[in-house]
């Protein structure tokens, strides 16, 4: 008979975790997605080693956040298409954000609205790609990290 596990984790547990992947990358780009529900939800189905789980989901958050660095740093000059991701009032207000605070202010990457402007925004400002990686890396991990202690904590 042949099994579709791979290695010692069935199929269903890898597509959970690719799932886990993908809402990630996609919530810290413009496309809408839910990377913390799908995460609680896997914590409590409790399928997964929880390091697992939050490495996944930080792994495929930073990479989205490095997409918008990357928009910013090197696609610029296609700002005036009507198919540009980031309008010219966020690319504004993002870029003083940016300007007044400077690298700090990927401290707040992980916020909802304002942080997929802000990585954006410091790839324009040609933020070095080492210290954007370990200051978004550290805030998103954050995030999710006090997110699965509150979703374990719920879960008593």
């Given amino acids: 008979m042949i099994s579709i596990a791979a290695g010692p984790w069935p199929l269903e547990a890898m597509l959970a975790l690719f799932g886990l992947f993908l809402a990630a990358l996609l919530a810290a780009t413009l496309i809408p997605a839910q990377s913390e529900a799908v995460l609680v939800a896997l914590i409590l189905a409790g399928g997964h080693p929880l390091w697992l789980l939050l490495s996944v989901a930080t792994l495929g958050n930073v990479l989205g956040a490095l997409v918008n660095w990357a928009i ?10 009507p198919r540009f991701p ?20 990927l401290f707040g990457s992980w916020l909802p609205i304002v942080g997929d402007p802000l990585t954006f925004a410091a790839g324009l400002m040609r933020e070095p790609l080492w210290r954007f990686l370990t200051v978004v890396t550290l805030a998103k991990a954050g995030r999710y990290a006090v997110l699965a202690a509150i979703a374990v904590a719920a879960a008593g």
């Avoid at 690319?91 to 400077?102: L, T």
């Fill in 72 to 81: 910013g740093r090197f696609l610029m000059r296609f700002a005036g298409h």
């Fill in 86 to 105: 980031f309008p010219p009032k966020r690319i504004a207000a993002a870029r003083d954000w940016y300007g007044s605070w400077g690298w700090v202010s």
